[in-house]
């Protein structure tokens, strides 16, 4: 399959971490890897590695694609980006990193061909690929976690001695840049508004989630109507469900405080709900989704509960901060969009909620119709913050709303270097404002419900920011509004 790229130019869109990975497989092919991208910095680097590269307007030359056999894409380039559009115009295939990976597997480049488990939904992705691995681990199987979570598949595949099995993390630009990936076995945990701005629709959203539906085995989080919805669209050879409830024959759920497989077996005790890490609906939710996947490929009872009473939950994922003064700090800064910040907030009974950053299209006045009785003030920060405070005016008019533009760092006495130096000033003052608010048995909650890159670096940046403006806090903070 990949023969046709031997002695070719291949153009690389992105140089990051996924651009980096594909280079030398590519050279490993025979291929010669070109790479393109917006940052001038990005160009150098590659250029000082010994890499050709194109610019932007050098590939806007008529027939300027013609040289390249193929066009692999970073995973977060639109499909309406100038190169990418004009490659499809001129008949150049477009990859993503992904869809490379599965043919540089398919072809044993490095090794046998190796399981795919992928995971992929809105909310929990990370999670269940970390209890997926966990749950491997404790079997004694050569595993890995790869893709989304960090670890690119590619450098994932080049490990030696390689693992027999890839607990695979996908976005949804990375499966709609896939569609040839065939798994093992493919989880759709959820499908709430996210990304909505980069696919155009909830629709196209839906269908690149999807892709994790296609091969031996597809798995849906039926408690979330739209992905149970996609089981009747599965292409799986044979689709199965999962639900915080009592599971039907062919599903998986909970009865009696215990994790139950009813899918793969006439049924089988898989776990205890109080082993669950992190506790609550969501994680059990994810918990079942791992045990789906992994009993899918004859990981015996046993072995799933070993793997999830090892698994933490990792940072900035509902992780508990401190305790001041009878008031919980807790950094959920992962809940990137309404869905996840909804099963946050709803975790907790009286939160004063610091929230904000980069909506991509998602709506937030359901969100805060559902959680106003919750709420005893909110904090906004970051681009997005009129919309939130237009919804919270909408459905929640009675509570306390606190707007901090960007470099609002009243009282913090800072001199700033960077972009990122003030993004930190304003978490620094956003958590005091917040601790102002709070009262003995609340919960001051990160949960921004919004992307992070307006402000901070990523959405860890702005978890690390918060925890670093809660340790500095003391008990003169709480309940004295700033």
């Not at 709430?192 to 155009?200: F, M, P, R």
């Not at 089981?231 to 639900?243: I, L, M, N, P, Q």
């Amino acid at each position: 399959m990949l023969e046709f790229l031997r002695g070719r130019d291949v153009l690389v869109a992105g140089w990051g971490v996924s651009g980096r990975s594909l280079i030398e497989p590519l050279r490993d092919i025979g291929a010669r890897p070109v790479v393109t991208d917006a940052g001038e910095k990005a160009m150098a680097e590659a250029a000082e590695l010994g890499l050709a590269t194109a610019t932007g307007d050098e590939l806007a030359e008529p027939g300027a694609l013609d040289r390249f056999a193929l066009v692999i894409t970073s995973p977060g380039w639109r499909p309406d980006s100038p190169v990418l559009v004009s490659a499809v115009t001129e008949g150049v295939p477009v990859w993503g990193d992904v869809e490379f990976a599965w043919w540089v597997d398919q072809a044993r480049l490095y090794g046998p061909v190796r399981k795919w488990l992928v995971i992929t939904g809105t909310n929990g992705k990370t999670t269940t690929t970390q209890m997926t691995h966990a749950i491997l681990r404790a079997a004694g199987i050569a595993s890995v976690a790869c893709g989304n979570i960090g670890l690119p598949i590619l450098d994932a595949l080049r490990r030696n001695p390689g693992p027999q099995i890839l607990a695979v993390e996908l976005s949804s630009f990375q499966l709609h840049w896939a569609p040839s990936v065939r798994p093992e076995a493919g989880v759709v945990l959820n499908v709430a508004e996210d990304h909505l701005d980069w696919h155009g629709g909830l629709d196209a959203y839906a269908a690149a989630k999807a892709r994790a539906l296609t091969g031996r085995v597809g798995v849906v989080g039926l408690d979330d109507p739209v992905a149970a919805a996609l089981a009747r669209k599965s292409k799986a050879r044979r689709t199965v469900g999962f639900r915080v409830g009592v599971p039907a024959d062919g599903e998986l759920g909970v009865v009696d405080g215990k994790l139950l497989d009813r899918a793969f077996t006439k049924a089988a005790i898989l776990a205890e709900v109080g082993d669950i890490s992190p506790p609550g609906p969501a994680g059990v939710a994810d918990a079942l989704a791992a045990a789906a996947l992994t009993r899918s490929i004859d990981v015996a009872p046993q072995f799933v509960k070993e793997g999830l009473q090892e698994h933490k939950v990792g940072p900035h994922r509902a992780a508990f901060v401190r305790e001041l003064a009878g008031v919980e700090f807790v950094d959920d800064s992962k809940a990137t969009n309404p869905h996840a910040t909804r099963t946050s907030i709803l975790a907790h009974q009286q939160v004063v909620w610091i929230a904000g950053g980069q909506l991509k299209g998602a709506h937030i006045d359901d969100l805060v119709e559902e959680v106003a009785e919750r709420l005893v003030a909110v904090v906004l920060l970051g681009q997005d913050a009129p919309i939130f405070a237009a919804a919270l005016a909408r459905h929640a008019p009675d509570v306390p709303v606190v707007e901090l533009a960007s470099g609002d760092d009243a009282g913090m006495g800072a001199e700033f270097s960077s972009e990122f130096d003030s993004a930190d000033a304003v978490m620094a003052r956003a958590v005091r404002v917040a601790a102002g608010y709070a009262r003995r048995g609340d919960t001051v909650l990160l949960a921004p419900s919004a992307a992070s890159l307006d402000m901070f670096a990523d959405y860890t940046h702005r978890g690390r920011s918060f925890v670093a403006a809660v340790q500095a806090l003391d008990e003169g903070d709480i309940g004295s509004p700033q």
